[in-house]
């Protein structure tokens, strides 16, 4: 082998460990692990969509004064499960926004529905409406977890696209566009729900 093969060999080498250093597997990755991670949240917020009609029946029965919380409560159901966001839709953030928005109402529902049967311990004796207050309490922090785990899916892979040598992969290769994470910004969440217990 001569000077001249030695030289071609060692760039060659060079070229292919910058290749494989270059984003070409880890943003498809860093996107795919993100886009599975969303489908958990998805499945985590059908999944109480489908649980809020069983807890209302319940309850109705329960309690004729809580009618008009049930209904607001059914009504962020509909609403929620209205605005659907896609793998594709992940870059819009005006998308995300009108999903967190929707889940946020229906959220904000479903802390004032949880506080006032705690205050009306006749309602909570019902075997059947604590074992749907159990899953619906369970389901609220599968939500929160679920969301928490695609929002570091987000923020791995925005790192990685914009972070050198994987960034030559993400816009020459891949034009990769960042990842919007989901905010969930509940307004009046730092105030504990006041009741108020006197009938009219």
């Given at each position: 082998m001569n000077w001249?093969?030695?030289?071609?060999?060692?760039?060659?080498?060079l070229a292919s460990l910058g290749l494989a250093a270059c984003?070409?597997?880890?943003?498809?990755?860093?996107?795919?692990?993100?886009?599975?991670?969303?489908?958990?949240?998805?499945?985590?917020?059908?999944?109480?969509?489908?649980?809020?009609?069983?807890?209302?029946?319940?309850?109705?029965?329960?309690?004729e004064n809580e009618r008009a919380i049930l209904t607001e409560v059914t009504e962020a159901r509909a609403k929620a499960t209205s605005v659907n966001v896609t793998a594709d839709d992940l870059?819009?953030?005006?998308?995300?926004?009108?999903?967190?928005?929707?889940?946020?109402?229906?959220?904000?529902?479903?802390?004032?529905?949880?506080?006032?049967f705690e205050a009306y311990p006749q309602i909570t004796s019902t075997q059947g409406y604590i074992t749907l207050q159990s899953q619906l309490e369970g389901t609220?922090?599968?939500?929160?977890?679920?969301?928490?785990?695609y929002n570091e899916?987000?923020?791995?892979?925005?790192?990685?696209?914009?972070?050198?040598?994987?960034?030559?992969?993400?816009?020459?290769?891949?034009?990769?566009?960042p990842l919007v994470p989901y905010e969930a910004a509940t307004e009046g969440a730092e105030v504990a729900p006041e009741l108020d217990m006197t009938s009219n």
């Open positions: 001249i093969s030695v030289r071609r060999f060692g760039l060659v080498a984003g070409i597997n880890s943003v498809p990755t860093a996107e795919e692990n993100a886009k599975a991670k969303w489908a958990d949240v998805e499945a985590q917020f059908q999944r109480r969509a489908n649980l809020i009609p069983n807890l209302a029946e319940v309850a109705k029965g329960a309690a870059g819009n953030a005006e998308k995300m926004n009108e999903f967190a928005a929707a889940q946020s109402q229906m959220s904000a529902g479903i802390g004032r529905l949880l506080a006032s609220e922090n599968r939500i929160a977890v679920a969301i928490r785990d899916a987000v923020r791995q892979y925005n790192t990685t696209i914009r972070t050198f040598p994987d960034i030559i992969g993400a816009k020459i290769v891949h034009g990769a566009e």
